[in-house]
């Protein structure tokens, strides 16, 4: 018998450094995070204040950045850490992206020596949280449409808006707020680094999601919020700012997909061998063999192409279409496994003691954010053809 990575002979293709990253990754999962995942999914909570240092200290936060105590390693071993969080639940995987590859990273490219400095040594322990507030309740999508104003008063700034579905909102100590500033008669989309005790910042925990439950979103509201003129990213201007902070973040998506794929079959293919129907295993069947071999050869086949686009991002040359390929092709993929997986386990995979549905509503999310499948097919499109069709 073989796994999915022997299968493809994926150790073949990582080096020694990236497979211990990996087996540490695992085994961190395995001890620290699997035994109560299923708790929290069902609690609907996640200890934050709690995990984040341990992930701090495994050099999980910010991990591929450079300097300010992240650890600098290569993106695809980012991409494989990814890849073994989200095995456990996408909801850690989640805090880990929107920590390193969204908050940090908007400082790391585009914050001052001093934001820097202040900031991201102690993000990357996980002693501090960070949030990232780019989608409204009505700008999701087309996130250009915003609502929040930064305006000038004196050298201060002023910042009023809402921001909606914000991970790690209501438990974050310092939020990246991207907001619309006037230059001249030119609206510009600008970043903000706003510590969440300022007065007329305040988050609100959404509840009721049956998706994700195992991580903390949020709605923002800023009402007022005064702010120093420094609080102002001052390296990043426009759209284009948020969006390469979320270019990071699909890329660890890419990855960690495949991860949650990767758990619904193995404990898929664990169940098969030993349930039996009409006396014999249910894995002995033709239909199921059926189902569990095309599901092997596309997780086989996203982790090659997961490979292959972090080997490209290692030597510089990764392009966002590319970015959007991959994240449209793993979340994309990722859902079918775990939905098809949920069918062998029968009435069984319904509930929180194998963890297949648990992924598969958790890849819902996933599919939708960070752009959502229909707009990276856009991307794509867009690419192919030399046509916007956004609008
Ligand atoms: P909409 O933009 O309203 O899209 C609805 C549907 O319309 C989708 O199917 C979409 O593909 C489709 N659509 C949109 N535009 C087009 C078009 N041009 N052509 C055809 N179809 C189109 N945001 C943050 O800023 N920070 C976070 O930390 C964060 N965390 C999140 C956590 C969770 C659990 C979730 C669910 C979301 C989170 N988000 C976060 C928000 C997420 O990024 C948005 O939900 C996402 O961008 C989609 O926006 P929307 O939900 O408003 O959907």
């Known amino acids: 018998m073989v796994t999915v990575d022997e299968l493809f002979a994926i150790d073949s293709l990582l080096s020694d450094e990236e497979k211990d990253i990996r087996d540490t990754v695992r085994a961190f999962g395995a001890e620290r995070l699997r035994p ?157 680094v706003v510590p969440t005790d300022t007065p007329g910042f305040s988050a609100r925990e959404m509840h009721h999601k049956l998706s994700l439950r195992a991580s903390i979103t949020a709605e923002l509201s800023l009402d007022g919020v005064r702010l120093p003129a420094d609080a102002m990213l001052p390296n990043g201007r426009g759209l284009s700012a948020p969006l390469g902070c979320l270019s990071e973040a ?31 295993p249910l894995a002995a069947y033709q239909l199921t063999q059926a189902k569990l071999a095309d599901m092997a050869v596309e997780l086989g086949k996203g982790q090659l192409l997961a490979l292959h686009l972090g080997r490209l991002k290692d030597r510089g040359e990764l392009r966002g279409e590319q970015v959007s390929a991959g994240k449209l092709n793993s979340t994309r993929e990722a859902i079918a496994i775990a939905r098809e997986c949920r069918t062998i386990l029968g009435a069984n995979g319904i509930t929180l003691e194998y ?14 954010y960070e752009g959502t499948a229909e707009v990276h097919q856009l991307v794509l499109g867009e690419a192919l053809t030399g046509s916007k069709a956004f609008r």
């Open 36 to 192: 109560n995942v299923a708790e929290w999914f069902e609690a609907g909570t996640f200890p934050v204040r709690e995990i984040a240092p341990e992930l701090g200290k495994l050099g999980l936060l910010g991990m591929h950045l450079e300097g300010y105590g992240c650890a600098g390693t290569s993106a695809t071993a980012y991409g494989l850490a990814c890849m073994e969080v989200e095995a456990v639940d996408s909801g850690v995987r989640s805090l880990v992206s929107v920590q390193g590859s969204l908050a940090m990273t908007a400082m790391h490219k585009y914050g001052s020596e001093e934001q820097k400095q202040r900031w991201l040594p102690e993000m990357a322990a996980g002693r501090v949280i960070g949030c990232f507030g780019l989608t409204e309740p009505d700008f999701g999508s087309n996130p250009g449409g915003m609502r929040t104003r930064a305006k000038r008063d004196g050298d201060d700034w002023i910042l009023d808006g809402s921001k909606m579905w914000i991970t790690n909102g209501s438990v974050a100590d310092v939020a990246i707020v991207w907001a619309q500033t006037l230059e001249g008669e030119k609206q510009v989309i600008r970043g903000f």
């Open 250 to 280: 699909r890329f660890g998506i890419i990855f960690g997909a495949l991860g949650a794929a990767r758990d619904c079959l193995s404990a898929t293919i664990d169940y098969a061998k030993t349930r039996e129907v009409f006396d014999k």
């Open 355 to 368: 963890p297949v549905l648990r992924h598969a509503n958790n890849l819902e999310s996933v599919l939708t």
